[in-house]
Structure formats: structure tokens, C-alpha cells
């Protein structure tokens, strides 16, 4: 079974301070992806990623930076966060167009 | 764009008896996934099941590429089995999960 490891689980964080969430895969997945899910919006795309070295901003990129430094792990920065960054954050991987894609357990970000 | 629509929107059931979760879109998409997520709590896939049928345990996915639907059968439900389930039929042009609305379903006992 297909893994994506996210940590940490929880933070809690001051508003102006630097965030940083990190996923883990082991699939050897080229396609790693971020979204946030807040009640009433569903899953929104904040960056995705192609493969390692690559990052491409989503449907809401503002206020947050993305990183794949290797195949297997793909950050994403909140360098000055704000209280309307609180939310559930998700990482997921999949290897192409038409394959399944797999999801962390998620990360709730509570800024405050 | 792509169109893609659940139904029902919600589904309240009494413990024991048979849920049927569709799944239609409006365009060509041929990877079909279905995810469950309990209230707060983490996205799993439930099947990936671009085409035909799939069953485990008490579950079951039959996706008919064709006529653009899947469905996801649930027998015999259990308290367990509350939340959303979400249907995702395919990726865009730059591979993002393109989405259904979801349906939130309630198994009473």
C-alpha cells in the first residue's frame, strides 16, 4: 500500500511567524500536491509538483511557497503566516494522469 | 470545464440497510477514485476503479465509462460507515483531482 507521511500532525503557530509542512512519499510518485480543506470550500490546490526541483502554483498559491527538493519529499512554506491560513492541510502523490492518487493524514494549522 | 455532480447530497439511513452513492460527469475522464473522510479526519481512498466493477467486503464500485457515472454501493451499513464520501472521475490538464461535491451520508442506529 501506497504511503504519504505528513508532519507534523498538529501545529499551532504565531501570526508573522515562518510555517513549514512536510510530506513524505516512498511510491516513487512524480506528481506530489498540497491542498487545504476549510468548512464550506471543500479541497482547494495550493501548489502541486511535477518531480523533483519543480513547483507549480495551484488554484490559491497566495501566501505560500512550495519546495520538492527530491522525488520523495515536497514542503510547503508559510513564510509569514496569518489566523486565514488555520486550516487542514492535506499532501497527497500520484505517479501520472490516470493512476490513483494517495493521501497523508493531514496537518491542522491552527495560526493564532 | 469539467462537470461533476454527486447525489444524493446527503443521505440519512438507518443501521443495517443499503446505501447507493452516484457519481456522474460531463466530460471523458477515465480515473475514477472514490474517497471516505470522517468528519475531521483524513481522506482514504475507498477504490480506484477507472472502469467495470470492484467489490470489498461490504463495498462496491461500478463505473460505466460510456455513460460517464459511477456509483458506490454500501450493503448492510453500520454506524461506521457515516461521513463524506467523495468522488473524484479524473485529473485536468496539469493533473489536479478534478472533484465531486461529495455526499455526507448518516447511519442512525
Known amino acids: 500500500e501506497a504511503a504519504v507521511t505528513q508532519s507534523p500532525r498538529n501545529k499551532v503557530a504565531v501570526t508573522g511567524g515562518k510555517v513549514t509542512l512536510s510530506c513524505n512519499q516512498t511510491n516513487n510518485h512524480n506528481n506530489m500536491y498540497w491542498y487545504r480543506q476549510d468548512t464550506g470550500h471543500g479541497l482547494r490546490l495550493i501548489h502541486y509538483?511535477?518531480?523533483?526541483?519543480?513547483?507549480e502554483k495551484g488554484d490559491i498559491p497566495d501566501g505560500y511557497k512550495a519546495s520538492r527538493p527530491s522525488q520523495e519529499n515536497f514542503s510547503l512554506i508559510l513564510e509569514l503566516a496569518t489566523p486565514s491560513q488555520t486550516s487542514v492541510y492535506f499532501c497527497?502523490?500520484?505517479?501520472?494522469?490516470?493512476?490513483?492518487?494517495?493521501f497523508g493524514k493531514g496537518t491542522r494549522l491552527t495560526v493564532v | 470545464g469539467q462537470q461533476v455532480q454527486q447525489s444524493p447530497t446527503s443521505l440519512v439511513l438507518q443501521e443495517g440497510e443499503n446505501a447507493e452513492l452516484q457519481c456522474n460527469f460531463s466530460?471523458?475522464?477515465?480515473?475514477m477514485q472514490w474517497f471516505y473522510q470522517r468528519p475531521g479526519g483524513s481522506l482514504v481512498s475507498v477504490f480506484y476503479?477507472?472502469?467495470?466493477?470492484k467489490q470489498s467486503g461490504r463495498l462496491t464500485s461500478t463505473t460505466v465509462i460510456k455513460e460517464r457515472r459511477s456509483s458506490l454501493h454500501i450493503s448492510s451499513s453500520q454506524i461506521t460507515d457515516s461521513g463524506t464520501y467523495l468522488c473524484?472521475?479524473?485529473?485536468?490538464?496539469?493533473?489536479?483531482?478534478?472533484w465531486g461535491s461529495g455526499t455526507k451520508l448518516i447511519i442512525k442506529p
Open positions: 473524484a472521475p479524473g485529473r485536468d490538464s496539469n493533473y489536479q483531482l478534478i
Open positions: 497527497a502523490s500520484g505517479l501520472g494522469t490516470n493512476t490513483e492518487v494517495f
Open positions: 466530460t471523458s475522464l477515465n480515473s
Open positions: 509538483s511535477y518531480g523533483a526541483g519543480s513547483t
Open positions: 476503479n477507472p472502469s467495470g466493477t
